[in-house]
């Protein structure tokens, strides 16, 4: 059993003192009665208690580090595909302004409202807003 303090756990770690700290405090490292961290026994708690999604990054970090070029090539040609996609859709008229989404929708707002009888119109909802300015 290799006996560490606090300080030299997180330096072989690779992380701050203050990390330990709140691995402590969590329960989730193993001391001994003399106040020393238990080395192998914490790795194997922190790592039992470890969430999965840390797990997954770790993983992943891990398989992108060892990977060949071929791994990283597709993930390169998709980053690439969106700006491309949105290009394509300017270029054929498939693409709308904030504008022109924005003119659409209150074309649909006024239909719907055409539809309604009268007996089912609000006036705040009919008469629109006056744009003049107030008399003061």
């Known amino acids: 059993m290799t006996e560490l303090s606090q300080v030299e756990y ?8 203050a990390y330990v ?8 490292l193993v001391v001994t009665s003399s106040g020393k961290v238990d ?9 039992a208690t470890r969430r999965k999604s ?3 990054t770790d993983r992943a ?6 990977a060949p070029h071929e791994y990283f090539e597709p993930r390169k040609c998709a980053a690439c595909a ?3 996609e949105i290009r394509l859709a300017q270029a054929t008229d498939l693409w709308l302004t904030k ?7 209150c074309q649909i707002m006024q239909q719907a409202l055409d539809t309604l009888t009268p007996s089912m119109r609000s006036p705040e909802i009919v008469t629109p807003p006056s744009t003049e300015q107030p008399q003061s």
């Open 10 to 17: 997180a330096r072989s770690l690779g992380c701050s003192a």
């Open 21 to 28: 700290t709140k691995l402590k405090r969590r329960g989730r």
């Open 39 to 47: 080395v192998e026994a914490s790795n194997a708690l922190i790592s």
């Open 54 to 56: 840390v797990l997954q």
């Open 61 to 66: 970090v891990s398989v992108a580090l060892n």
């Open 82 to 84: 969106r700006p491309a």
């Open 99 to 105: 504008a022109e989404v924005f003119r659409l929708l």
